[in-house]
């Protein structure tokens, strides 16, 4: 199974500044139809998870542009700018490449 | 209203089996595969494998192979997940969510969760 690893796996923020998470993926994560299949998904306190974006940058419906993806091969980050108080709660990256699909530890988010 | 909608808390022994629902409404149920995620108390997120509810074709983690069944009914929108020889390290929350298929192999679309506790 292909590896995620998150860090750091707790990160406090003070709101309206720059968070970011680092994701690394323990095998390349691009298809050969071109697609590099990595997410980034929130699970905010007594939630089920919400996906957050897909293929690495494209951000799903609803979500603020306040969030952000880039990476490629295998390393990836999430960005979120201008951190509010809604934006607490675990993020995880997965890789959708390869059955099982796989997700990182996660990385707790929380307001100081 | 798009939504996955699972079946109730359940509680087994050791030893016994499990069958968790989960009902689609909104959309087109075949035209999405039916992934089921698990997560144990204060831990992270588990894929278990899928169902393809057109074809009926399933993929199951290794680690799961041999004790999960998962099916699907498409003429009422309903994907189903039977996980057999309980153990304590299957109390979880289980989640269905669904992945629009060979796109963006994603989970768009999650259920509320279905809580399995086992204990003697």
């Known amino acids: 199974d292909i590896v995620m690893t998150q860090s750091p796996l707790a990160l406090p923020v003070t709101p309206g500044e720059t968070a970011s998470i680092s994701c690394k993926s323990s095998?390349?994560?691009?298809?050969?139809?071109?697609?590099?299949?990595l997410d980034w998904y929130l699970q905010k306190p007594g939630q089920s998870p919400q996906l957050l974006i897909y293929l690495v940058s494209i951000r799903a419906s609803g979500v603020p542009d306040r969030f952000s993806g880039s990476g490629a091969g295998t390393d990836f980050t999430l960005k979120i700018t201008r951190v509010e108080a809604e934006d607490v709660g675990v993020y995880y990256c997965m890789q959708g490449l390869q059955s099982p699909w796989t997700f990182g530890q996660g990385t707790k988010v929380e307001i100081k | 209203q798009v939504q996955l909608v699972q079946s109730g808390a359940e509680m087994r022994d050791p030893g016994a089996s499990v069958k968790v629902s989960c009902k689609a409404s909104g959309y087109t149920f075949s035209d999405y595969y039916v992934h089921w995620v698990r997560q144990a108390p204060g831990q992270g997120l588990e894929c278990m494998g899928w169902i393809n509810p057109n074809t009926g074709a399933t993929f199951y983690a290794q680690r799961f192979r041999g004790r999960v069944i998962m099916t699907s009914d498409t003429s009422i929108g309903t994907a189903y997940m039977e996980l057999r020889g309980l153990t304590s390290d299957d109390t979880a929350v289980y989640y269905c969510?669904?992945?629009?298929?060979?796109?963006?192999?994603?989970?768009?679309?999650w259920g509320h969760g279905t809580m399995v506790t086992v204990s003697s």
């Open positions: 095998q390349r994560l691009l298809h050969s139809n071109g697609h590099t299949y």
């Open positions: 969510a669904r992945d629009p298929s060979g796109s963006t192999n994603s989970f768009d679309l």
